[in-house]
């Protein structure tokens, strides 16, 4: 099926770092969203955006929808060790319904 | 209840069996998905049931795979004569309006283990 494009894979930092990931797409999105996953449990919602050029912060968090629509990126500042997990992107083209278009997700370490 | 759930957490089947996965939406949900989730890989979207509507099922990889909502609440994912590259972990997720947004809320998700 198809996938947005999200990097990096992985990362490896020390505690207190500030953390960027990204996504792309050939298709143009209504709305971006991103989620993290911790081990055997499901996604979770971090941010969401729905104008192209959005940047919204939840806490430590921000993010951004792209102007063309096609890309969003997520910033974590002063990363701490619960910032551990799998972070995932996730576009949608309907107005706020339908279903979701996933990253292959950016697995995040944190040395304390 | 207060969030979604899923049945059962795991599951063990041999090649060739069927299986049943269930979810059981947030009260008052109107839309329910099944995602697929291979190991290290991102979520791979299954069916869609938007209320009374047919669901969209653009995203059933074959013609074993099956899904049907009871009522407009739980939902059954049925795999026939499952194979090995079904091995993956199955999660729902449910939407209903609220402050003007239709956030999509997962489960904990089905591991499937076919051998």
């Known amino acids: 099926g198809q996938q947005l494009n999200q990097s990096p894979q992985s990362m490896f930092i020390q505690e207190g770092e500030d953390v960027s990931m990204n996504c792309t797409s050939s298709?143009?999105?209504?709305?971006w969203l991103w989620y993290k996953q911790d081990p055997g449990e499901g996604p979770v919602l971090l941010i969401a955006?729905?104008?192209?050029?959005e940047l919204t912060s939840n806490g430590r968090l921000t993010a951004q929808f792209g102007t063309t629509r096609k890309d969003s990126f997520l910033n974590i500042s002063a990363s701490i060790p619960s910032d551990v997990g799998i972070y995932f992107c996730a576009g949608q083209y309907g107005g706020s319904q339908g279903n979701l278009i996933f990253g292959k997700g950016t697995k995040l370490s944190v040395k304390p | 209840g207060a969030g979604v759930s899923q049945s059962p957490s795991n599951k063990v089947t041999e090649k060739g069996k069927d299986v049943e996965l269930r979810c059981d939406p947030i009260s008052g949900h109107t839309a329910l998905y099944w995602y697929r989730q291979s190991l290290g890989q991102g979520l791979e979207f299954l069916i869609y049931?938007?209320?009374?509507?047919?669901?969209?099922k653009s995203g059933l990889p074959s013609d074993r795979f099956s899904a049907e909502r009871t009522g407009g609440s739980v939902s059954t994912l049925t795999i026939q004569r499952t194979q090995q590259e079904d091995s993956a972990v199955y999660l729902c997720?449910?939407?209903?309006?609220?402050?003007?947004?239709?956030?999509?809320?997962f489960g904990p998700g089905t591991r499937l283990t076919v051998l």
């Open positions: 049931f938007q209320g009374n509507s047919a669901p969209d």
């Open positions: 955006l729905y104008k192209a050029g």
């Open positions: 298709s143009i999105f209504n709305t």
């Open positions: 997720a449910s939407s209903g309006r609220s402050w003007g947004t239709d956030t999509q809320y």
